[in-house]
């Protein structure tokens, strides 16, 4: 089974960047549609960006324009670049295959202070 593991969070200034990684155990992000969701405290897990597995991105309206998503398939990575931070995009964020998940991640804490 795939497992897949976050990093990259961390406490940052309203208006900072970060960078997040996803790592995989296996060779997934060719084949499949890959994406990033995220949980604030008390709220459901809602989808962030998504890649297809031809390179096509998409993004939450929330985060257009700020947020960049990426992928090193020859390195089993996928990233998720992120400026102009907000308070509001405090969460945990996780990575995971779409449509049919793998097992989550522990995912990343990001808290962005105002």
């Known amino acids: 089974q795939v497992q897949l593991v976050e990093s990259g969070g961390d406490l940052v200034q309203a208006g900072g960047s970060l960078r997040l990684s996803c790592a995989a155990s296996g060779n997934i992000f060719s084949s499949f549609a890959m994406a990033w969701y995220r949980q604030a405290p008390g709220k459901q897990r809602d989808l962030v960006a998504a890649?297809?597995?031809?390179?096509?991105?998409d993004y939450a309206d929330s985060v257009k324009g700020r947020f960049t998503i990426s992928r090193d398939i020859a390195n089993n990575a996928m990233y998720l670049q992120m400026n102009f931070l907000k308070p509001e995009d405090t969460a945990v964020y996780f990575c995971n295959r779409m449509p049919k998940f793998l097992p989550w991640g522990r995912g990343t804490q990001v808290t962005v202070s105002s």
């Open positions: 890649i297809t597995s031809g390179g096509r991105s």
